[in-house]
């Protein structure tokens, strides 16, 4: 059997959830759904959590409520393409900034360079649940007043200097998609300070209406009524992802401190290998290892020889300004041309087995001594 390069870990805990929302007759917008989003803010220290049906849906409303249209918007080209959609999606012109050659995440001093009188938005994509330079991200923000959005869709957990990933800009976005640290399957959720931007975000999940279905459930008089204040969107979560969450949520420091032991293993097996590059942490932070990301000048063919010995790898990821529709986007990239081609994601999950671990570092040292590296 191949080893995957990631894995959700469900148990009967999660099972049991979603029969019971099953069997309550409730399984749109409901109480488990704001249960989650209660929990999920107490567990980050914010004041908001807007749970929604994809991390995409959580960048679109954060790009909503941010006013971008016709903005620049800086941002980085190492990321899944739902970060640079979104600013699209509102008529903005995304930016490229370049990224660290370490740790691929997006370059400080890159940003600085790209700021214009347009330019209105920040966003930053915690690479693999590395985190960013956020004290420099924010510093820069703050001189040339700028919205800070952190994709936190890799961040489920993670820190910096104490505090949690997607607490620290205006907004942060989270993905619980099936292979996320929090995996409900699909959905997402975005988290804020700002009581307005929350209020406003409610409803924009929910097609502009002004009550969601679970509010007029409870109120008795005039239950009925509600009023569709602006167009909105279809993005609201659900109580089957929502009751997942909560236990997903209840176990996630657990599960990412079993990544943490695997990242660890992984840098002890691998430190005497000097043609490849174990994954850099920055001082002070605490990432929560979405991905374990190895840099090596022998990518493609360390990824076939994997693949013939039953291990899956993945490239996360082709740089965005590399598609033809971002191809018109300021900003050249070197570093950014120079690192993705050395990324390889081995496989990291909670219950990944002492047995599939070992199966993992023989081929790659096997792979090693074929080469004569």
């Given at each position: 059997m191949t080893i995957p390069v990631f894995r959700p870990s469900y148990g009967e805990a999660e099972f049991q959830a979603v029969r019971e929302v099953m069997a309550s007759g409730w399984v749109g917008l409901g109480p488990k759904t704001a249960e989650f989003e209660k929990k999920f803010a107490a567990y980050l220290g914010v004041r908001h959590a807007i749970g929604l049906n994809s991390g995409t849906a959580a960048l679109h409303l954060a790009m909503v409520v941010a006013d971008l249209k016709g903005a620049e918007v800086i941002t980085t080209p190492l990321t899944f393409v739902?970060?640079?959609?979104?600013?699209?999606?509102?008529?903005?012109?995304?930016?490229?900034?370049?990224?660290?050659?370490?740790?691929?995440?997006?370059?400080?001093?890159?940003?600085?360079?790209?700021?214009?009188?347009k330019t209105r938005a920040l966003v930053c994509v915690h690479y693999g649940g590395r985190p960013c330079k956020m004290d420099a991200l924010e510093a820069i923000a703050r001189e040339h007043n700028l919205i800070l959005i952190e994709d936190a869709a890799h961040g489920c957990g993670g820190e910096h200097r104490g505090r949690k990933l997607g607490t620290?800009?205006?907004?942060?976005?989270?993905?619980?998609?099936?292979?996320?640290?929090?995996?409900?399957?699909?959905?997402?959720a975005i988290v804020t300070n700002d009581d307005a931007a929350a209020e406003r975000i409610r409803k924009l999940r929910w097609l502009g209406i002004s009550k969601d279905t679970w509010s007029r459930?409870?109120?008795?008089k005039y239950s009925w009524y509600y009023d569709v204040e602006e167009v909105g969107f279809k993005y609201h979560m659900n109580d089957i992802p929502a009751a997942i969450g909560l236990v997903?949520?209840?176990?996630?420091?657990?599960?990412?401190?079993?990544?943490?032991?695997?990242?660890?293993?992984?840098?002890?097996?691998?430190?005497?290998?000097s043609w490849l590059q174990?994954?850099?942490v920055e001082p002070d932070t605490r990432p929560d290892w979405h991905n374990y990301v190895i840099q090596t000048d022998h990518r493609d063919d360390l990824n076939a020889f994997l693949a013939e010995r039953g291990v899956s790898t993945g490239v996360h990821y082709i740089p965005n300004n590399h598609y033809v529709m971002y191809k018109k986007c300021r900003g050249k990239t070197p570093v950014c041309e120079r690192v993705w081609k050395r990324l390889l994601t081995l496989p990291l999950f909670p219950d990944l087995t002492e047995q599939d671990f070992g199966t993992i570092i023989?081929?790659?040292?096997?792979?090693?001594?074929?080469?004569?590296?």
């Open positions: 739902s970060t640079n959609h979104a600013i699209l999606y509102v008529g903005a012109k995304p930016v490229f900034a370049d990224v660290e050659e370490a740790t691929a995440n997006i370059d400080p001093e890159s940003v600085r360079k790209r700021i214009t009188k620290i800009g205006r907004f942060g976005c989270f993905s619980f998609h099936a292979v996320k640290n929090l995996a409900t399957g699909e959905g997402g459930e409870t109120i008795v997903q949520l209840a176990r996630l420091d657990e599960m990412n401190a079993r990544r943490e032991a695997w990242a660890r293993r992984y840098d002890e097996a691998l430190a005497g290998l174990c994954p850099l023989a081929a790659i040292r096997e792979f090693g001594q074929a080469k004569g590296l």
